[in-house]
T-cell receptor, first 116, second 113 residues
């Protein structure tokens, strides 16, 4: 059973460009959350998707947007990239949005974005 | 607002020695507390969680944590560290019925032989 898979694993962009990161949740999971982990920091919640809708959002600007597809996979899009967007972007999946409390929140290995 | 403080950025212990990683939280209501571990090239893995009840909780890989409301702490412990425990450890808190985790900045554990 594949866990949470993310792509690409590494990518380099320049300031002002746009990036799309992809996440496939663990089998049986329908909820996807995205976190940003800057170097030396803990992960910060960006948003969560459930039933193809953004259910909750953290303190991130509108340059960060997402999408969830009918097969529960998700994309994170970041427009007008800034140097400060360089980070590891983590995707986490859970069943029915309650994974935090049941211990069924599973994280992918992340996509490392470098903005030059 | 919720916040989590992990006072130690790095900790080095000898293999076989005991370990305690500190975590303090700030949250007005009953916290939901977690410890995650992140090894290089791997995603975050849940070690243990506390919601209510017994304040000493057991987790995977021989880890345990104790919730102390009076000190707003949730420290992680292990009686005997193995070289494979070298990783970064994150304490996190969640609101009741919330959908997000708030993480501390992490503690990097180094194990020397």
């Amino acid at each position: 059973d594949a866990g949470v898979t993310q792509s690409p694993t590494h990518l380099i962009k320049t300031r002002g460009q746009q990036v799309t990161l992809r996440c496939s949740p663990k089998s049986g999971h329908d909820t996807v959350s995205w976190y940003q982990q800057a170097l030396g920091q803990g992960p910060q919640f960006i948003f969560q998707y459930y039933e193809e809708e953004e259910r909750q959002r953290g303190n991130f600007p509108d340059r960060f947007s997402g999408h969830q597809f009918p097969n529960y996979s998700s994309e994170l899009n970041v427009n007008a990239l800034l140097l400060g967007d360089s980070a590891l972007y983590l995707c986490a999946s859970s069943p029915q949005g309650q994974g935090i409390y049941t211990g069924e929140l599973f994280f992918g290995e992340g996509s490392r974005l470098t903005v030059l | 607002a919720q916040s989590v403080t992990q006072p130690d950025i790095h900790i080095t212990v000898s293999e076989g020695a005991s370990l305690e990683l500190r975590c303090n939280y700030s949250y007005g209501a009953t916290p939901y507390l977690f410890w995650y571990v992140q090894s290089p090239g791997q995603g975050l893995q849940l070690l243990l969680k506390y919601f209510s009840g017994d304040t000493l909780v057991q987790g995977i890989k021989g880890f345990e944590a104790e919730f102390k409301r009076s000190q707003s702490s949730f420290n992680l412990r292990k009686p005997s560290v193995h070289w494979s425990d070298a990783a970064e450890y994150f304490c996190a808190v969640a609101m009741e019925y919330g959908n997000k985790l708030v993480f501390g900045a992490g503690t990097i554990l180094r194990v020397k032989s």
